[in-house]
């Protein structure tokens, strides 16, 4: 693994995701394709949080407190409990943004970091600081995704009453036999 990948994508991601976001009307932010998806304000909000009490907080803790207790987190309570849906999408993005050049710059700033160090993260499974490290950039990429499928699955709503089928098939679906 050569992390400084892993950091240059990070770097790379923050930028796409910004404007995956920014790309939804402004209306349409809190939309959720189904009542168990996500917004696209949820996304954005749960990307800031993971951005500094997960992946730097845990990163941190494998890499420079051997033997102490990671620090607890439940991002699946947070687009709730947190009330994602009533904030502000550019007030949120400037937050992620900011969280992430933190993060960045404290990446950059590691000394040296044995990327091989490993906490118990259960019974069994053992993380390695490598681990948590390409997780973050993969966990964005799971996000751009969303964002997509986000976006998609409002145009086509709204485009009614014509279809995207010609576009082509979303999501492995058969194609639709448009001339």
């Known amino acids: 693994m050569d992390p400084q990948e892993y950091i240059g994508a990070l770097e790379q991601n923050a930028p796409a995701i910004a404007a995956l976001a920014r790309a939804m009307p402004s209306a349409a932010v809190a939309w959720r394709p189904t009542p168990n998806d996500w917004s696209v304000l949820e996304v954005i909000n749960h990307l800031a949080d993971e ?3 997960d992946f730097r907080a845990r990163l941190d803790f494998v ?4 033997g102490g207790a990671p620090p607890q987190h439940d991002p699946g309570s947070w687009p709730t409990a947190r009330a994602y849906n009533t ?3 550019e007030e949120s993005l400037v937050r992620f943004l900011n969280e992430r050049e933190q993060s960045l710059a404290w ?4 000394a040296s970091p044995d990327w091989s160090r490993a906490w118990a993260h259960r019974p069994g499974v053992h993380l390695a ?3 948590l490290l390409v997780s973050w950039a993969a966990h964005d990429l799971l996000h751009l ?3 997509v499928e986000i ?4 145009r086509a709503t709204q485009a009614a009453p014509y279809r995207v089928d010609y576009a ?4 492995g679906e058969e194609a639709d036999s448009l001339p």
């Open 145 to 147: 995704r969303q964002l």
């Open 129 to 131: 600081a490598g681990d």
């Open 63 to 66: 890499l420079h407190q051997p």
């Open 107 to 110: 990446l950059r700033g590691l």
């Open 168 to 171: 082509g098939p979303w999501n």
């Open 51 to 53: 951005e500094c009490e």
């Open 87 to 89: 904030r502000d999408l």
């Open 151 to 154: 976006q998609f699955a409002w």
